[in-house]
């Protein structure tokens, strides 16, 4: 049988009741080699993270926000597109290819090591603002059409388990801030703990199809792991 999104958001609420939810954390899934299967129309997140972003969607709705996502779960071959689009598009515009490598990871992930894997992570706009374009830039989060949806985050996401990832912080290294970028905390940190404890930074397969791939060495991984997996709101790590 297939187990639709009602399913597993019944399960939820169950065990929820009985107090049962354990945690299991998944390789596979962390590393991008799994796909989520409970999928809203909206959305694709782990049914717990998906009930709390439902929660927090209505309360934004009370306040005039239509929480809106662009981006929840991401496979491994969505994100390798990513990649592959713009090192393409960074080296036909003149980059090598390591420059190239360094401005992708200004905001995209190597695949395999993308939060977004996780079914977690959620890239959030507000509907109700019509903005033309690139709706994903800093300028309108902070002067722009989405600074209510902005200060409503910063204000409410922690109620429901949400935390801004990659903070504005000039002490912090690795992926520039993105204000629209939330992570399910009581999820995520878990994960986090499991992918250092596990290492799984070392059991990334690089695609044959990747692009730049010869420029990817053990150095670069270190720092990048560092850096970039590491580099996020303190409130993440434990
Ligand atoms: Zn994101």
Do not use: C
Not at 217 to 225: G, K, N, Q
């Amino acid at each position: 049988m297939k187990k639709n999104f009602a399913f597993y958001l019944g399960l939820l609420v169950v065990q929820k009741l009985i107090g049962q939810v354990t945690l299991t954390v998944d390789s596979d899934l962390l590393l991008g080699k799994k796909e989520i299967t409970t999928t809203t129309k909206e959305f694709t997140l782990l049914p717990q993270a998906a009930l709390a972003f439902k929660e927090m969607q209505t309360a934004a709705k009370k306040d005039s926000i239509d929480l809106k996502v662009v981006s929840s779960f991401r496979s491994y071959a969505a994100q390798k597109s990513i990649w592959n689009r713009k090192f393409e598009r960074f080296t036909r515009g003149g980059l090598t290819g390591p420059v190239a490598i360094k401005k992708i990871i200004e905001y995209s992930t190597l695949p395999g090591t993308s939060r977004h894997h996780w079914g977690t992570e959620v890239d959030l706009i507000d509907g109700n603002k019509k903005v033309e374009g690139d709706v994903l830039l800093e300028e309108h989060f902070h002067q722009g059409l989405y600074q209510k949806l902005h200060r409503w985050l910063q204000k409410n996401a922690n109620r429901y388990g949400f935390e801004i990832v990659y903070t504005k912080d000039s002490l912090r290294k690795g992926f520039f801030y993105e204000p629209w970028h939330y992570s399910y905390a009581p999820l995520s940190k878990e994960f986090l703990k499991g992918y250092r404890e596990k290492e799984l930074i070392y059991r990334i397969k690089l695609d044959s199809t990747l692009l730049g791939k010869e420029f990817i060495s053990p150095e670069f991984i270190e720092s990048y792991y560092r850096e970039n997996i590491l580099g996020i709101n303190p409130l993440l790590k434990q």
